[in-house]
């Protein structure tokens, strides 16, 4: 009873996420490798993050859609031991409560990969993703978790991957959670017991909600939209979200902020640009390029068909 009380005090002690907003869909992946026997203040370290998770399910937004990959949790010293265990759903919260309940940790901690399938489950490359990731150990497959998480970064719409590491104190297993984060643009947290741990998972999962933001060009003031392959820059701030991204029209999941949009037209390199802002909805941002002057035609007399024939 003690320790479900620590539990919950560290789920208690800040403020839960509004109700209402739209969140990416996110999953959480949980290390189940063998490490998680190990003792904090006399208890496991499974079971304090079966019952940080249990209680942090409870105070989620009915609007966030969550799942559920872990590994190390059915064999011994197999890499390829990964497994999303419940799809994000409106209706998942049970369902994950029940399988984290159910891990037994055994392996090893392929936590790249693992990272990597969560977000292949979360359809990264089609819509905003957030990925949770909460390790207590070093990687043991993925020589590269840095690459590994640009290549990411690179090939999504808007993903991001926070870290928390629950009892770390390795420097090489730091970075590597460090750099999971960084490359995504995420947060690592670091968590030394149950209250700790509570308060990482609070923060990660109330990130800020996004929002649907489509980019449109016109052709002249009131003309038609552009259908050409047209080469797209988005920044907030120092921060470049694109950069030379192709497409006729291009679409981002943003957060609450401004943003400046810039569009370039490959075939004459005219340029357009603005400035707007995101405040809690989505919306068309559309850029005016200039006209394209029609095709220049030149036209001459018609070449004679038969000698012409000059009185004398």
Not at 37 to 53: C, D, M, N, R, S
Not at 173 to 190: I, K, N, P, V, W
Not at 210 to 237: C, H, K
């Amino acid at each position: 009873m003690q320790a479900r009380l620590i539990y919950a005090a560290a789920l208690t002690a800040l403020p839960f996420a509004a109700s209402g907003q739209d969140y990416a869909n996110s999953i959480l992946v949980l290390d189940a490798s063998g490490s998680m026997w190990g003792q904090i203040e006399g208890v496991t370290k499974i079971e304090i993050a079966q019952g940080v998770v249990g209680d942090l399910l409870n105070t989620l937004p009915e609007s966030q859609r969550i799942g559920l990959t872990a590994y190390g949790h059915r064999t011994r010293g197999d890499c390829s031991d990964i497994e999303t265990l419940v799809q994000p759903g409106d209706s998942s919260r049970a369902q994950i409560a029940a399988a984290v309940n159910a891990l037994q940790p055994r392996g090893k901690t392929p936590m790249t990969d693992a990272v990597v399938q969560a977000a292949e489950a979360l359809k990264y490359t089609e819509e905003a993703a957030t990925v949770i990731l909460v390790s207590d150990g070093i990687e043991t497959c993925n020589p590269d978790p840095c690459a590994a998480a640009r290549a990411l970064e690179q090939a999504g719409i808007n993903l991001t991957v926070h870290v928390v590491g629950f009892d770390v104190t390795d420097p090489e297993a730091r970075r590597q959670m460090q750099c999971l984060a960084d490359e995504t643009g995420g947060q690592f947290l670091s968590a030394g017991n149950a209250t700790e741990l509570g308060s990482a998972l609070e923060e990660v999962t109330q990130a800020a909600p996004s929002y649907t933001v489509t980019f449109v060009a016109i052709e002249g003031e009131n003309g038609p939209q552009s259908t050409d392959t047209l080469m797209w820059d988005i920044q907030r701030g120092e921060e470049m979200l694109a950069e030379f991204e192709p497409g006729a029209t291009l679409t981002k999941a943003l957060t609450d902020g401004r943003y400046s949009v810039s569009v370039m037209r490959p075939l004459d390199e005219s340029t357009a640009e603005a400035t707007f802002d995101v405040s809690g909805a989505e919306q068309t941002v559309t850029l005016v390029l200039p006209s394209l002057l029609p095709d220049a035609t030149v036209s001459g007399p018609a070449e004679a068909t038969g000698r012409r024939h000059h009185p004398g």
